[in-house]
């Protein structure tokens, strides 16, 4: 009989959290960007919950708790500034917003 | 009564009120009010001696802290006050002289347009005088010092705008910071050494100390003294000073402020009293300040010049007899001098009121016709100046001359120095006396200003660099905007009794002061005994028989000066033009010597300091700004501004961490 394992999730983890980098450094969409950021969150947020299950912590999935809500922070205010970024601007490109260079 | 702040406050309250109300007082209620305030600071310090008196001798000390000043960790400097038999002496004739002074210079200063202006500077500086004499310890009495300092500054260059005045202000100014220097570094030196600055303390720990740091401190504080009094090498300020009002000349540059060295040394005398060497540099300098401008004086034709290069020379005397450790024969002189000098100098100032401001001796001539008052006083003030006695400084002078001879090393010498300045003395008033008031003819009503022989005499008026771009007018500089010039038909009349009344009062002073400290019998040192608890060192007199014979020989050294002085100038046997050099009327090429230096070489090396500090300096200072600005214009462009490449940085970064850590562990 195939049994999942912890180290099919620790894979699965890892393939989302490379999926999330490289749309993130690949993608110009500031929003598909962002999404990728969510992704790589919650490839971190499996690989702990993978960890408390095959540790017997629990400290792990708390952990996962936190991440959340911080990421709901993040979320709220990153849309915030993406959505006023766009209504100054045409288009959707991370690349001209670069106003800050040196 | 032991209330001692009230003997500053009243001049600081006549200040502020001046300050606030001058121009609304006008003239003169503004200078009654000023003189109300110091005469009430008379009042107060008499009253306040009367009850130093009353006390036993033991302890005769008032003190009063107000509140502490500078409270920091051990150094603490407290506002207080020390009231003992010196700061007491220093007080009366501080305030009487000045009082005096004050109700002069109402009829001297009349329809001066600034003159609420000029009282206000006055009352400032009695106030800071007054601070400096009764101040507790080094860092207060500093304050007075400065405080002073900054009043001679006002008050020489009150008619500012002639540049002559300004730059002369400016001179007395700059000359007495190099003495500040020297005041800071010994007050610095004293607290190293003694752990306080408070006069009491450290007369109880002057004992102790190293006879090398004596020295050192008080050579520190004599270059101090160098400048606030006038001696050798910085006197250069004190004949320029003649530029201010002659009120001014009589308060600050003879009578008080310029006698504030002789008080500090005096003050110091416990560390004194260890100084070893210092106090026979401190002795010779005196004498031979003394001799040199007692010899510049003789050829002076400006009648303040003459009375400014005595008053250095008295002071020279002064300082004969602090380094002799004769502080009680320097205080005599110091009052005494006060008394005749302040009187001369008024007296001056009334033959200038009556000569239309002319200061020029040789424009005047056969003036006790007009002037008799004027006249007798200053007679006075001339007897007591030339050591004849029984006038007051006979007595003063006779006591530093008899507190030298017995000096080691070389008394004899520094006695025959002085003793020969005493003759110059006596010489170059009588000098002055018979230009002024004798000679027979009338000069004004021949010569116009012109035909007069212009002695080179520019050098010694002006500072450093202005001796070339000035025009220099050959008179006085207390010619202050009043129009009317001396003409031949001018008639002199007596100056007002407001200004003949102090006159008088100094003149009995003059004739009288020398009654303070009798040299016949121990019962008669009443200032000697007086001041004795406050005052450190010993002097060794010459033997009763060998006093004797000096004093003879001083009184004939007057008259001898006084009668080849009438043979010159009275009499004309000798032509006055010999012993009138060049070289004395520009004071010996002292003050042109210094604008040489300072002017060639000096300003040479200082231009190699602004260079090194422009080139060196500045440039390090420079170099490193430049150096960051150039390394952030290469840095910058790895801002980008592109977030994905950010992005693509930071994951970087943490493969490169995450591989690290692996390396690391499986290692």
């Not at chain 2, 462009?637 to 950010?646: D, E, I, N, T």
């Amino acid at each position: 009989m195939f049994t999942f394992t912890g180290s099919w999730y620790l894979v699965l983890a890892a393939a989302i959290f490379a999926i999330g980098a490289v749309g993130l450094i690949v993608r110009r969409n500031p929003l598909v960007m962002f999404m990728c950021v969510e992704l790589m969150l919650n490839a971190v947020n499996l690989t702990f919950v993978t960890f408390s299950r095959m540790l017997n912590d629990v400290g792990g999935q708390a952990v996962v708790f936190f991440v959340m809500v911080v990421a709901a922070a993040e979320v709220v205010v990153g849309l915030a500034i993406i959505v006023a970024i766009m209504r100054r601007r045409e288009g959707a490109n991370a690349d001209d917003i670069s106003l800050m260079r040196g | 009564m032991d209330q001692v702040w009230l003997i500053p406050a009243f001049p600081v309250a006549g200040f502020l009120l001046l300050v606030l109300a001058g121009r609304r007082l006008g003239d003169p209620k503004a200078g009654w009010l000023a003189t109300l305030a110091v005469a009430g600071s008379f009042a107060a310090s008499v009253a306040l001696f009367l009850s130093l008196r009353s006390q036993p001798a033991e302890s005769r000390q008032i003190t009063e802290t107000l509140w502490t000043w500078i409270p920091a960790d051990s150094f603490q400097v407290s506002f207080g006050f020390l009231f003992d038999e010196l700061s007491a002496v220093m007080c009366l004739f501080i305030t009487g002289v000045g009082a005096l002074i004050h109700l002069y210079a109402i009829g001297y200063m009349r329809d001066d347009p600034e003159f609420p202006r000029f009282f206000t500077y006055l009352n400032l500086f009695i106030a800071s005088m007054l601070l400096l004499v009764l101040g507790d310890n080094l860092i207060l009495t500093f304050l007075g010092w400065e405080g002073v300092g900054a009043c001679s500054y006002l008050l020489i260059s009150f008619w500012f705008t002639d540049p002559a005045n300004a730059s002369a202000g400016k001179k007395a100014f700059v000359t007495n910071r190099i003495g500040d220097f020297g005041f800071m570094l010994g007050t610095f030196l004293v607290f190293v050494t003694f752990g306080t600055i408070d006069y009491l303390k450290i007369g109880e720990a002057a004992p102790g100390v190293a006879a090398a740091t004596a020295t050192a401190i008080a050579l520190l504080f004599f270059l101090a003294a160098t400048g606030k009094s006038a001696q050798l090498p910085l006197f250069v300020w004190l004949p320029d000073a003649m530029a201010g009002p002659t009120p001014v000349s009589a308060l600050i540059h003879a009578a008080t402020m310029v006698t504030s060295g002789v008080f500090l040394l005096t003050r110091l005398s416990p560390i004194l009293e260890h100084a070893g060497w210092a106090n026979d540099l401190i002795a010779w300098v005196g004498a031979i300040t003394a001799l040199l401008a007692a010899g510049a004086a003789l050829a002076q034709n400006d009648i303040k010049k003459v009375l400014a290069y005595s008053t250095v020379s008295q002071l020279g005397f002064m300082f004969i007899a602090i380094g002799s450790q004769n502080y009680v024969g320097a205080l005599f002189h110091m009052i005494t001098h006060a008394f005749f000098k302040a009187l001369l100098f008024l007296g001056a100032g009334a033959v200038i009121y009556s000569m239309a401001h002319e200061q020029d001796m040789r424009r005047y001539g056969n003036l006790r016709k007009y002037l008799p008052v004027t006249f007798v006083t200053m007679g006075i003030g001339w007897l007591a100046i030339s050591g004849i006695p029984p006038f007051a400084g006979f007595w003063s002078k006779d006591e530093i001359l008899a507190g030298s001879f017995n000096v080691q090393p070389a008394g004899q010498l520094l006695w025959f120095v002085g003793l020969a300045t005493a003759i110059l003395t006596a010489f170059y008033m009588t000098r002055l006396m018979i230009m002024t008031f004798f000679g027979g003819v009338e000069q004004w009503r021949s010569d116009a200003p012109e035909s007069l022989p212009e002695v080179p005499d520019d050098v010694e008026t002006t500072d450093a660099h202005a001796h070339d771009d000035l025009a220099h007018d050959g008179h006085g500089h207390d010619d202050h905007g009043h129009d009317h010039h001396l003409t031949p038909e001018h008639t002199p009349r007596e100056a007002p009794v407001l200004m003949m009344a102090p006159l008088v009062v100094l003149s009995v002073f003059a004739a009288f002061s020398g009654v303070l400290n009798l040299p016949f019998a121990d019962k008669l040192h009443v200032l000697e005994q007086w001041v004795e608890p406050v005052i450190s060192g010993e002097h060794e007199l010459p033997a009763a028989g060998v006093q004797w014979v000096l004093a003879i020989i001083s009184i004939i050294g007057a008259a001898t000066g006084v009668f080849f002085a009438y043979r010159v100038y009275q009499q004309r046997k000798v032509d006055a033009a010999k012993l009138e050099r060049p070289v004395l009327a520009n004071a010996w090429y002292i003050d042109a010597t210094y604008a040489d230096v300072v002017g060639g070489p000096g300003e040479a090396a200082f231009q190699g300091i602004a260079d090194f500090d422009h080139d060196v300096v500045d440039a390090a200072v420079v170099g490193v700004g430049t150096g960051t600005g150039g390394l952030a214009k290469r840095l910058r462009p790895l801002q980008s501004g592109f977030v994905r490449s950010y992005a693509f940085g930071i994951g970087l970064g943490a493969v490169a961490l995450v591989a690290f850590a692996v390396v690391r562990m499986s290692l």
